[in-house]
């Protein structure tokens, strides 16, 4: 069996694995590479490509191959999400005036050729999916083929949420001849979650006392859910008093419906309620001039870099009493949100906004840390690991801790390690 790493391989991005056995030739994950993706070379000629997760460091190629009208495999979940993500790239490749290569009919070529199914059987091999606890329907994936066994994690987390619960090691089948694992925080101990929450209501009952707007850049896709629920939940419980509270994405509140017609992907707890994703006290507004402030104002993009999250970002960075809440790990350096935290001034259509504003990072991460990779990769006992989805110092961090249980391979871009 041959594994052959078109990317993700020591970095963060574009995740795509090749598979090829005697009979069939697969691919895991199809990511794209934010600003590369005209210069990437992956495989096309393939049986199926199976798709962890809906992010598009993960799916974000797949309409390269709509015209070979692939089989795609992943969850329903997935396919819904992958999709409204995929029209989403289309209409704004357009709206910037780059005319994209690719229409809504390929997006639609890509949707009817989804197998949503847990497990599966190509020539040769069984596929099957485990939860994988990074976002709503993320999928571990398990292949069985030439003897071996193959468990890719995708991205994934080994504690649970607010409204989902994590991976679930005691299900995963154990001693596989390769473990292909995330490695993104690799090399990082995480302050325990809780304490975590702690700090990011405090933060927001400090700005509320101040009358102070409250900006939370967030993804569309299961963090801007998770968000609303969040401070939904802490307002009817008076974890944090009552407040105006907005979300402002098309996008996320499409996701939302999804969520709420699909409540197996969530806790046991949000499966009990009959709308979970419907909000008290978090109203969905369209446009910024809905705003009546003080308000907390839960807004994409996450990284800050475009759409109403620049535009409040831009607005009340300068005014000493707001607060900018960031819960994502990574930031690109050359973003307004980034500069206005390290350098306290960011760069917005000509001019240079100072920042008065209290600009904090909290990290609420949906990937295992290095503690929770050793508990996972202990309890699977694979014979051989491969480290990848993660910078090299992450992998080679990790690589030090655990290489006396497994053997540990982080294989460069393009290389091809046969098993
Ligand atoms: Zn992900």
Redesign the pocket.
Known sequence: MILKFHGGAREVGGSCVGVETECCKVALDYGAKIDKENHRDLPKDLDAVIVS?A?L??SGSLLKLSKRKPVIIGSKMTQKVTIELLLDMIKIQNQKNKISKFNNHDAEIIRRNWWCRNSTALPGMTIRLYPAG??AG?KMIHIQSDNKQIIYT??FCVHGTEILDGCKIEQLPKNPDVLITESTYGGTIRENRDKLIDRFFEKVRNAIDRKGNVLIPTFAFHRSQEMCKRIDQAMKKGIIPKYKVYTISNLARKIEGFFNENKEYFTKEIQQQEKPFKYKNVKHIFRLSQIKKPAIVIATSGFGHAGASLNLLANWASEPNNSIIITSGYLPPESPLSQAKEKKEFEYKGDIIKTEADVEQIELS?HADQKELIKFIEALKPNNTVLMHGELDQAEMLASKISQITEVAIPEKDEILDF
Do not use: N, R, T
């Open positions: 997760h992010h460091d993960h990074h976002v993320a995708g991205d949906g």
